[in-house]
């Protein structure tokens, strides 16, 4: 069993709908490495976890999505650890569109 995925703590439905709505917009748009030090300093993942994913040979959005990922798996305090620094690390619009308080176009579904 994969160690990423192994412990899932009690979440917010309303956190894990944020996520899931924004999934695609994070993985175009962010790299994990941009924002992991807060994650790891406020223990939303481990450095082993960080170790993991960093070194896997995967493009940058797989990597975003493997964290996000674990980010579904925890609780509200995990998600504005992420959206903090998000905004840290000059992402403010994705964190606005994360808290439902944007309409950016970037945002817009898939073209199937």
């Known amino acids: 069993m994969d160690t990423n995925r192994k412990l899932i703590v009690h979440k ?22 941009d924002v992991v030090d807060p994650l790891i300093e406020n223990g939303i993942i481990t450095p082993d976890q960080w170790m993991d994913i960093k070194t896997r040979l995967v493009g940058e959005p797989e990597k975003m999505e493997e964290f996000l990922y674990i980010l579904l798996k925890q609780n509200s305090k995990a998600f504005k650890v992420f959206k903090d620094a998000l905004r840290a690390t000059g992402f ?4 606005d569109c994360m808290e439902g308080i944007s309409n950016d176009k970037s945002k817009k579904p898939y073209p199937y």
């Open 92 to 95: 403010q619009h994705i964190a």
């Open 12 to 33: 917010d439905e309303t956190t894990e709908q944020k996520i899931k709505e924004n999934w695609g917009l994070v993985k175009r748009n962010v790299k994990l490495s």
